[in-house]
């Protein structure tokens, strides 16, 4: 593709760990070229201080996001990977003063369709309420139509995006008992971000697992809204976040009673059927696990589903890399189905094992 | 102690990982002397070329178990840390020819009382029943009075001892609903033993996480021994280990129902009574979760318990090191009830952290 | 590029890391297609099976080397990832079976030219001394243009790449005394591969560090032959591995002292004009040094020259991922060279950090 | 001991690494009770909250400096584990307002004596310089008799006990070309401290290694300091420290050249000899290298020494636990001294493998 047709992309957050991870991907995409990058505390430094691996390439230099004149940037699509709260601010301000730029927001500050329910996690009301009307919730899978028209999607998170594939298709298909879920999810470091805390210094985190956020993560509110959705009536599971020492990669052990007769087996096959054609879900032969490590670098998520000793109960398995399908990639994927790219697009990395 | 008065001590498999630990705690109690080290691959070996941390260490060089003089050798207490089948044989034969010596078995040959279970889960039938009836189980806070009469002692399993810590006086007092356990295990590396795997090398296990036996681990026997035991009805758990890229540490996140009325503050009130004054189990305050990391290298139990957002719901999270209180320290500390020492006797080791 | 144009490809010893690594490299090479794929203990199976992070891709079943109809099966080239010794016979028959089929070599039997030389490190006469004579040592950047002749090239060695590129320019211009360096280096756990030994175990190598076939490693012969090639005379240098707690990555730390008043800014200056054009080697500006993780799953090594305090010496740092420029990732830039295909091709992914 | 005999000790700055080793190490230190805890930032909070693997101890709440009357405290001795620069002046003013009490100090703040190399070193004149030439350097294997009898003790860096206690006997001896030695250093990430910074998170860490301080990192002004004195003369040396993805340990690979006809046989002798009766110092036999994981957890040096391939040059490796005989072990071990008690006392636990 000649570089004057190539889309228009800015970065929001560069000097994360999913902003550096949207730059490894964008470069490798033949559709687009990287014509913005933001970091407020590290703006007038090239990307090469923030992050080394980024040396050999031609990047724009990190400016700040007061800086920009939004109108006269005309990008195509921004991801903006920012903290939460920063966010509806910016990205309010950007689609009132550049109409035609579209927004994957990869923050929670989208997510929440229900105005009551984001007050209610997040501690204060909504300060863009029209644009969260607007958002649409970028799992693609589930909600691809709807992306393909939106001008704002709203990344979901990591573990919402590892538990949903696994439990949407069978919360539809009546097929488990959804007041009876329970989702133990481990995730690597990275899901934690770049902050310098204490808690997650090498430290403090290796050679070692915890639970933590146990009975109040955020990421609940945002597995009740799609979990409500298609069973048509309220939702609520159990949900239990771990930090293991490993830099990627969530892994949700999710255990499950069948409704209606489905055995294990049928669980296996409705999933199957479900992500026969899609690119980026693999179902695996019916009782063998995935790991995290077996999608490392890649879009790909894996799901495995195993009989329980005990009938009628099954365990399901999945194992998606969290700054790429969990964060990153998925942004990648809903920004091809936004622009009319191939949705696999820059995509196409095969795993990074060992 | 004078040198003539102490313990004499033998280590049967002292160059896996459970023998070393073992040679680790017993050089530095006081009432034992290390007389007698076999590893049959490396008969005529000195320690220190098997473990090098042993180098300034003055300790028996490595036997056959067919070299030795059972009767000769007059010990006071064998461990034995030999794989599952060969167990039966060398303690049988052993018992047999020395009848004044105790055994603490770290296999899984003796911890089914139930000869009918244990051919089930081992597929073959047990070939010392006379002992395996005679076998008391170790775990210690449970079965403290029959140990120390005990000559053959059964140290539990390492993912079995940090779920029956937590479950056993729940269950006892029927405090939860003893058919809707989930517990969810994660074990570090050395849970795998020393010998040389292809999926336990390094670039295999490191950077990862994964779920196996799902469905089908044979620790689950055990579980179900001592929970029917206390429930004094049969009681099945779901139970899925997890291997996490770290040396040490089981933490067992345990998913429970609250019955007759008891709230999840309840529960943490039964555990916190139960072991106020064990010096090997620590009950967290309410609200709190522990880190595998912060147990490490001792010989402690910690327990947490959290309420669940679902009402009536706990989720208890437990934690040890699976080579001490999950293995050697345990034995250590049978072995010192069966020898009339003081419990905790040679196992004071702060935790090693970071 | 359509598939009946495309180069056909064989991989021998495809269930090894660098096997792996080819594949994962093969699969998004827009040139190729990978016609067959060998291993020996796993023939029969799917690579799923032996590396599931391929499940999703459709590939040729693993076969035995020996049910191969070399003439029949018509590949344009084959990389041979056995091990040492096999190859010889393997590659012979190979030759002599399919002269159209260019080979690359990874392992260590073809690099050294000196047959008395390859005597004296391996302990036995070379068992294919012509093509020995004809093979060329894959290091591109040094031998590029008989590289692009060959029909057998030997891939180098991964500490060997590491410390030629950042020494072989200072030696030929003569700008380092040659008697006087010292390498310290530091390899990742997959450069001891596959094979299931205790000392690779996770819990044998997590946590620590340590330095292995000191004074006496293999690769020695490789760097004798072409730091004395450049120099035209003979140089031996000190040369020291170490294992590090990660999977991938090389890095060598280079002790030099200037010849000839060439101070360290002069042997900065020299690599960078080296290699400027060069697309896999990227000097860095004077006084930083390179981290592996930075250029983890690329195939590009980082170099970095700074200043020692004592006059007159300095310390450069090499960094590669010992797997692909290491191994695989130079292999496909040997396989472009020798196929006609633009020298990049299917080698642009970005480094994966963290 | 009873507790009222016991000495009475204080820890400033329980909240970093060291600070919690000595705690872990002075609660089995028959000798000694805890009287004292400080954490300026952590005031008022339990140990247990700071360090969860103490909640099963009793230990003093967490004061601030200021709050202290160092006089009415009548400690017998205090550890200093404070940041560089407020050292000075907190050990000032104790030693002014409480004469009877002893301290050793593990930063670096009264290690030169020397206070033009301080100023050099650190670009401001020591702010204590009649303390810092009282100052004894806390290296016991050649300081003993003078620590005996110090005040003050300077605890060494962890990078320069390891080398120095390596090199001193060699220099010392004329038995190694001063002016020719190189240190590769590799330390564990505890090395770095608590303190929350963005380069020590684990995903900047992890999976890979990088050098640091290249050229001039301060522990040179202690190597410079040692090795001059010994060598009677000014002894520069080439030292690179690196990072390594562990917590705990340093390797240092070091490069001589034998002098005198000493071949590395004759430097192995030498410190064999040396250290034949040390209780912390284990010389490996010649041509075996020790590894830092075999020392965790315990205050042992290992040390080997082997042959280069170049005539007439050796390379010595010396491995230790940063945090024990790198800091809080050797600190305790100098206590001993001072106190009068036996010099391992409380310094006997086993390495902990794995």
Redesign the interface.
Known sequence: MPESTKAKIGVLGASG?TG?EL??LL??HAGVEISLLTADRRAGQEMREV???????ALPKLVSIESIDWSGAALDLVFCALPHGTTQKVIKDLMAKAGGTKVVDLSADFRLADLAAYARWYGHAHQAPELQREAVYGLVEVHRDRIKRARLVANPGCYTTCAELALIPLIRAEAVDADEI?I?A?S???GAG?????E?????????????G???HRH?AELDQEFSLVAGRDV?V?F?P?L??????I?S?I?VRGLGGNRPEDLHAILSKQYLNEPFV?V?PFGS??????????N?T?IGV?????AG?A?I?A?LDNLVKGASGQAVQNMNLMLGFPEAMGL???????
Chains 1, 2, 3, 4 share one sequence.
């Not at 997650?200 to 933590?212: D, K, N, R, T």
């Not at 293991?244 to 990669?249: D, I, Q």
């Not at 696990?289 to 890649?298: E, F, K, L, N, Y």
Request: proline content about 6%.
């Open positions: 760990y550096a730059v490894r470069l490798r992050f080394p691996q980024f040396a050999p390439f329970v133990d481990k690597g470091m990275t770049r902050a310098a805390k204490e997650m210094l090498f430290s403090e985190v290796s050679e070692g697992i915890h639970a933590y146990v009975g109040h609940m609520v159990t239990t771990h293991v020492p490993m830099n990627r990669g892994l052990t255990y693999h695996l696990v995935p790991q995290t490590r077996h999608v490392r670098g890649s790909l894996f195993t009989r329980d000793r005990i109960r365990i398995v194992a196409e990395q095969v795993a990074l094992f060992p």
